[in-house]
């Protein structure tokens, strides 16, 4: 499962969304969009911060699958076993930001996390992984990539997954 969760990483973004131009149909979807992909960087961002890891990387929409523009990608590169407790934090931060969780997964190298909210899928996979699965293309070597790998997909045009700020 790790592997399909990962395909879709590779490259960073610099920038957190694109502003729609012009008005009409197009740009309030574009608008939509981008205010949708924010709100789940946030949520990553409290993850991440809550579980006391650094640094984040969000993935370039370039580098994603998805051609809808709904989709993110981040991981967090820790070189070691991520700590078992920080995980828990990253999690139950997600839990309290109002994302559900639909599955988990626990193999030998890695954790694996489904979570849903409005209209958003969250994949998010700590522990070991091939360093093919967080790279968008084809990988030359197999070397491991140990940390956190977060990837988001909203379904149609992105419906704002409503971040909240936990206390």
Do not use: H, Y
């Not at 700590?126 to 699965?133: D, I, L, M, R």
């Amino acid at each position: 499962m790790a592997a399909v969760v990962l395909t879709a990483c590779g490259g960073e973004e610099r920038d957190s969304g694109a502003e729609a131009k012009g008005k009409g149909r197009a740009a309030v979807a574009a608008d939509r969009a981008a205010a949708a992909r924010e709100a789940v960087r946030a949520d990553i961002r409290a993850a991440v911060d809550a579980g006391d890891f650094e640094p984040l990387r969000f993935i370039g929409a370039d580098n994603l699958l998805d051609g809808s523009g709904c989709e993110v990608g981040a991981l967090v590169r820790v070189g070691t076993e991520p700590d078992p407790e920080a995980v828990a934090d990253v999690v139950a931060e997600l839990k309290d930001r109002g994302w559900r969780q639909r599955r988990r997964n626990s193999g030998g190298v890695n954790d694996a996390w489904s979570l849903e909210r409005r209209g958003w899928m969250l994949n998010f996979v700590a522990g070991t992984v091939s360093e093919k699965a967080v790279s968008f293309g084809p990988a030359t070597d197999d070397r491991p990539f140990q940390g956190l790998v977060f990837r988001g997909l909203g379904e149609g045009t992105c419906s704002a997954p409503s971040a909240t700020a936990s206390p």
